[in-house]
């Protein structure tokens, strides 16, 4: 156990030093610093050490928490990143940019703050890489099976390592020119920077596994073709279809998709000259929708010097402490302070869009009205209505699922109710040998359950190859248990 009585002297929470906003909002460098070794080592002593560490249940990963804290406090880098590596491919990733479930699961959360797990985990890995400390893990002997990744995003490159160290050959495709998925090119350098994936992409090369970068499957390759190449074939291709908002003025110039505003920028970031990259310098960009892509927008507008940025939610606003009905452990919906928040722009709650307003065919404004809610539905209420001065707008809306993209009619995978591929417990599609993981099989949802999937769908492959599988298999997708993989 981390220090026996941490909790009792330590009781304040002490998250990651953040760059100072004037400074951070000029350039696209990560926003937090890392933390100092004395207060890490402290907050890591917070730790109790449970007997059931609710923390465990919380992480999507499993990760195990208690051991690494304990490891941190007491000075035992190169044994954490061991434990921590044991659970998780890309802790760098997940230390960056997970919401932290296992932090509202905390058992000390119940009367005090809950430990930084979150910080204790970037620390942990960022310290392994400074070291030497992360070295690829090639097989030891090849099974002479082939497996194709579709997708390079936090789900395909799980799976791909996962299945590249028990020895199956492994290809991923990616239809973009970098790998990385949402990593790459949706999330902004701010939250983190792409030296993150570069250097895991370097470990996964050497371990053995093969990029195709370039190559949409669907087109470029059929399904079919590659179910015929491979021996088994993985779909982690995302959920990347956004919703949209079909009101009046939509075709207007300048109201655009979120992701429209932020590939482009990422782009421009890493050195490219995307034509169809955004400026908003100087404009008054409105942003529909909160959540992490509207989040990112804001940042992003923040960074290239818009002139405001307002985001405008249909719900309610959410409270700042837990309500009732999401008690401790549960992960509650609260008001969040993300760092692109801190750095300006307004928010407004129960704002219904009702239409886009331009002259000569350019957006000039956005038309609201205030929410109200009449038998559980949220309409526009009559006479509240307003204009807000836009430039710009970029819909945040949430995304409806992953793109067709031959999927059905290549490979008889079938689509589910909600739009995602369907897959039974173990996570093959209705067709044998054609496995999802990731977005493409929950819904958009967070880089955290992408891994977690991502590690459970290769578990569940290397059975179907071999027949039995060493590999863990931290989550099923379905209530049907995957332990017995
Ligand atoms: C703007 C934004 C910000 C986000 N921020 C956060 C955050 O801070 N924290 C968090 O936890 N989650 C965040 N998320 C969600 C998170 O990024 C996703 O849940 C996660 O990336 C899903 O991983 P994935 O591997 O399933 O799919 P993706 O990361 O979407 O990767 C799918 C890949 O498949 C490729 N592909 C698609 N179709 C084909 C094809 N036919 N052939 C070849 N390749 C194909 C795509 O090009 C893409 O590279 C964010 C999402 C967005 C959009
Ligand atoms: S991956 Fe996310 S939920 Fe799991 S320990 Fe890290 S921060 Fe917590």
């Given at each position: 156990m981390a220090d026996p009585r941490g909790f009792l002297k330590v009781r304040q929470r002490e998250t990651q030093p953040r760059r100072p906003v004037p400074v951070r909002i000029m350039d696209w460098k990560e926003v937090y610093e890392a933390q100092e070794k004395g207060v890490l080592k402290s907050q890591a002593g917070r730790c109790m050490d449970c007997g059931v560490p609710f923390c465990h249940q919380g992480c999507p990963l499993g990760n195990l928490i208690p051991e690494w804290n304990d490891l941190t406090w007491r000075d035992k880098g190169e044994e954490a990143i061991e434990r921590l590596h044991a659970t998780n491919n890309f802790p760098e990733w997940t230390g960056r940019l997970c919401p932290a479930p296992c932090e509202a699961s905390c058992v000390l959360g119940i009367n005090q703050p809950a430990v930084t797990i979150k910080q204790v985990e970037v620390s942990i890995i960022d310290e392994a890489f400074d070291n030497g400390w992360v070295n690829p893990l090639p097989p030891h002997r090849l099974t002479g099976k082939t497996v194709a990744v579709v997708g390079s995003g936090p789900a395909g490159l799980a799976a791909a390592q996962q299945l590249t160290r028990v020895g199956h050959t492994v290809a991923v495709y990616e239809?973009?020119?970098?790998?990385?998925?949402l990593l790459r090119y949706g999330i902004p350098d701010f939250k983190m920077e792409k030296e993150q994936v570069d250097r895991r992409l370097e470990q996964m090369k050497a371990e053995g596994t093969r990029f195709r970068t370039g190559v949409a499957v669907g087109t470029d390759v059929t399904w079919e073709q590659l179910r015929r190449r491979y021996d088994a074939v993985v779909i982690a291709t995302g959920a990347t279809v956004p919703r949209d908002l079909p009101i009046p003025g939509r075709d207007l110039d300048g109201v655009h998709f979120a992701m429209d505003y932020l590939v482009p920028s990422n782009r421009v970031v890493a050195g490219e000259s995307p034509e169809n990259h955004i400026d908003a310098r100087g404009k008054h960009v409105v942003i529909l929708g909160g959540g992490d892509t509207g989040a990112d927008c804001i940042g992003t507008a923040h960074r290239h010097q818009a002139a405001s940025v307002t985001t405008l939610a249909i719900g309610k606003q959410p409270p700042l402490e837990r309500a009732g009905h999401q008690p401790w452990p549960t992960f509650p919906t609260l008001f969040e302070v993300a760092s692109a928040h801190e750095e300006g722009g307004e928010r407004t709650y129960l704002a219904s869009t009702v239409e886009f307003v331009g002259e000569d065919g350019k957006l000039t404004g956005v038309k609201v009205a205030e929410t109200e809610f009449v038998d559980g539905k949220r309409l526009p209420k009559a006479g509240t209505e307003r204009i807000i001065p836009a430039d710009l707008v970029f819909l945040s809306l949430g995304f409806t699922g992953p793109e067709p993209a031959g999927i059905t009619e290549q490979v008889n995978a079938e689509f589910d109710g909600r739009g995602n591929v369907a897959r039974d417990g173990y996570y093959m599609t209705n067709t044998e040998g054609v496995f999802v993981a990731g977005d493409a099989g929950r819904?958009?949802?967070l880089i955290v359950w992408a891994i977690a999937e991502g590690r459970a769908a290769a578990a569940a492959v290397d059975k179907f190859l071999m027949?039995?599988?060493i590999l863990p298999a931290p989550v099923a997708p379905t209530d049907r248990a995957i332990a017995v993989l």
């Open positions: 239809r973009d020119d970098k790998i990385g998925g819904g958009q949802s027949g039995s599988t």
